[in-house]
């Protein structure tokens, strides 16, 4: 299967102050590895697909950054996207520009701010999810058997599987972010998986689904230029100016009769906070601290130390999130680490403080 | 009363550290105020003393910034030693320069590096003990009622009053840090009381008592220059050379009939770690926060922050020191503030640490 990687990179947030900031969200952050997620996504399938095979679609104030964090990608083939539309306007650009890779090429959307381990069975599952996807002209999603009960993800409903056996299975609904209560019965009823937002499928098939289900997002794309080049700036313009915002799972999946959901066998997690820095076992000592950067923990457990230059030196603490970035020293305990938002918004409010938002 | 203070600001330590590095020990810090400590001590003595009338003694390679600390001071008056050499030959020392205030001077030697509260009534203290001091030809020390079982402290017995209802104690004993069941004992027993190490007298009342109970340092002192200047450098080495490290509590204190104990009125702590920045409830904030540079706290309680430049953010925790010094971000919980030795050890021996020390 000829892959062709579509790299969605223009989230926003905050939960990564004081790391991030608006000019350098998750995606460009390094905080799995050495290297930004974004260059994690590529390299995760780099063994399938050559970096110049892949698109990257970013915010347009996002994108000298971006190409700087995949430099082996074409700076052509890193869209700045002008204003942001959700997920299904950009699939719907990148479906007509990957129809580039001729008959028999295989889109696949990922988000660029995810874990994903291992990484050898991601690409395993990929490549066979592209092969179904090309076989049965279908799109293919992954959808993750939930290991708690997560309020925090979307859900997909699974329905029944294309073959006995199979891991890929008709989707019987898109489920948004649920309630304790109802998370607590999808973690358990063994057909409700979390929504990973990857998407696999031969362009033609998501353009014809747009047609279907999303005509006016369709005859939008029909108006691009076959590809980005001298031109394509004010055409994307228009695009994005008059494209409705809108998620592909809304827009389509949710209607569409060729959404599969492939059964993941590989981790996932979203990434949601700090937190989730010490969520994989790997990197972490045998306290359970997980250091990035220079750290000096000394009896501590459970601590997550990530930073920028200079060192963290820790004594005697238990399941905390220490940050130094730039100028800023974040401290919180790792079941709060997704209220940083409180401390962000406080900035905003604060003239003195704004220098460090 | 012709008060000389004499401050005593040779120490070394690495408490504070990351903000204490060995160029800048605590009393040059501005730990309790936005000045160093050894400018508070001045500060705190101002209206009795003016700084032309102090004396300052320090180590050699402070004295720069010793004087930098205190501008106000005659640079000639901030004296490096060459060697540390324990109390008694500082003070034999400033006792000889001592005289040349005249007649009715009375010298006060002053620890650059403790907290005091409330400076006034410490002011009207010292002004009664430098009158007693005077009168009676004594040496003063003060000690503070104890408020805990404190081991970390010296402690001096007190004996009878030199008349009902007089401060001023005779020495039963000086005690040297006890352990817990003794310092029990000492809390309660109304007759032990925390040593101070400020000493009040006139100078020639000193130099008779080192002459009587340590003439090898009186002998010394009397061989020096009768002030600093030209070629007082060269005597200085040889001083220091030649005199014994002693205290002056052992060389002088325990054996002189002259000692007396005033039992101090004031609020008094070595500031002996970063938790000692809480001690006082002067700084702190409703939820008994103590801030001192950019703080942005939410939702903690009883956190200790200081940071040097930028900001330190903390969200849902409590009794924690949080240091952001130079390069350095410390944490750790407020009761186990003094371990950080256990840190700075660590960063001797691994020398990818070293620059951090």
């Excluded at 990564?16 to 952050?29: G, I, M, T």
């Excluded at 090429?105 to 050898?120: G, K, N, T, Y």
């Amino acid at each position: 299967v000829r892959l062709v990687p579509v790299i969605l990179a223009g989230g926003r947030g905050e939960r990564f102050w004081p790391l991030s900031r608006r000019a350098r969200p998750k995606q460009l952050l390094p905080l799995l590895s050495a290297r930004p997620m974004l260059a994690d996504t590529l390299e995760r399938v780099r063994p399938l697909a050559s970096p110049e095979a892949c698109w990257i679609l970013t915010a347009r104030d996002l994108a000298e950054a971006a190409r700087a964090a995949v430099p082996d990608v074409p700076p052509a083939r890193v869209v700045g996207e002008p204003q942001g539309r959700n997920t299904a306007p950009a699939i719907a650009l990148a479906s007509w520009w990957a129809r580039g890779a001729g008959a028999g090429a295989v889109a696949a959307v990922l988000p660029s701010d995810h874990r994903i381990e291992p990484a050898e069975r991601f690409r395993e599952e990929l490549r066979r999810a592209a092969e179904t996807a090309l076989e049965r002209g279908a799109i293919v999603t992954f959808g993750v058997p939930p290991t708690r009960p997560e309020t925090g993800y979307g859900y997909i409903e699974a329905g029944e599987a294309v073959a006995p056996g199979s891991p890929f299975h008709a989707v019987a609904a898109f489920r948004e972010k649920p309630d304790a209560a109802t998370a607590e019965r999808y973690a358990s009823d063994g057909r409700h998986l979390w929504n990973t937002g990857i998407f696999v499928f031969p362009p033609e098939v998501m353009l014809v689904e747009l047609e279907a289900h999303a005509p006016q997002i369709a005859a939008l794309a029909r108006d691009l230029p076959a590809a980005p080049g001298p031109g394509a700036e004010e055409a994307l313009e228009r695009f994005y100016e008059s494209a409705p915002s809108i998620s592909i799972d809304y827009a389509v999946m949710e209607r569409s009769r060729r959404a599969l959901v492939a059964r993941a066998g590989f981790a996932w997690d979203d990434v949601g906070s700090w937190a989730a820095l010490g969520a994989s076992p790997e990197g972490a000592d045998g306290a359970g601290n997980v250091t990035r950067g220079r750290a000096l923990l000394e009896d501590c457990r459970g601590v997550i130390a990530f930073g920028e230059g200079g060192l963290i030196a820790a004594l005697g603490v238990s399941d905390l999130v220490i940050v130094r970035a730039g100028d800023v020293t974040f401290v919180c305990p790792r079941d709060r680490a997704q209220e940083v938002r409180r401390l962000v918004a406080r900035l905003e409010t604060d003239d003195d403080l704004r220098p460090f938002r």
